[in-house]
């Protein structure tokens, strides 16, 4: 894993999950696909390899940060965002959450955004869904 290119990994990475691996939750009148942090995690060691990313945790203004960062040719990228607890899961979701936030900023799941809102696990526009 340690030879591939940043290219190549910004591809890998922001490549579409299978419509399998995706759960739905409602919102408002349509259904939102999301991806859960094990997701990521799979992603980031099948691209990079399991030691060539990191993640770290702080507490900002009742939020948590994730700095997430990632070893590709060398060079260390550490990208950050944040999120609050869940109603769900608290802490817990709210860890989840920033690591998945810090993910997107890699380009993991960023497609999920763009989903139009007649898309479901039935129906998704073919540039959603792998070529593989």
Do not use: H
């Amino acid at each position: 894993m340690s030879d591939i290119t940043w290219d190549l990994a910004g591809a890998k990475l922001k490549a579409p999950f299978k419509v399998s691996v995706l759960s739905w939750r409602p919102q408002g009148q349509v259904q939102l696909a999301y991806i859960d942090a094990r997701d990521v995690m799979k992603r980031l060691d099948d691209v990079v390899g399991v030691g060539n990313w990191q993640d770290r945790y702080e507490e900002c203004g009742g939020r948590i940060m994730c700095y997430l960062s990632v070893r590709v040719e060398g060079e260390w990228v550490t990208k950050c965002d944040g999120s609050g607890d869940t109603k769900i899961e608290g802490d817990k979701g709210g860890i989840s959450g920033a690591f998945k936030r810090a993910a997107v900023r890699f380009g993991i799941g960023r497609y999920l955004y763009y989903l139009p809102a007649t898309a479901s696990k039935n129906a998704m526009p073919a540039w959603a869904v792998p070529s593989e």
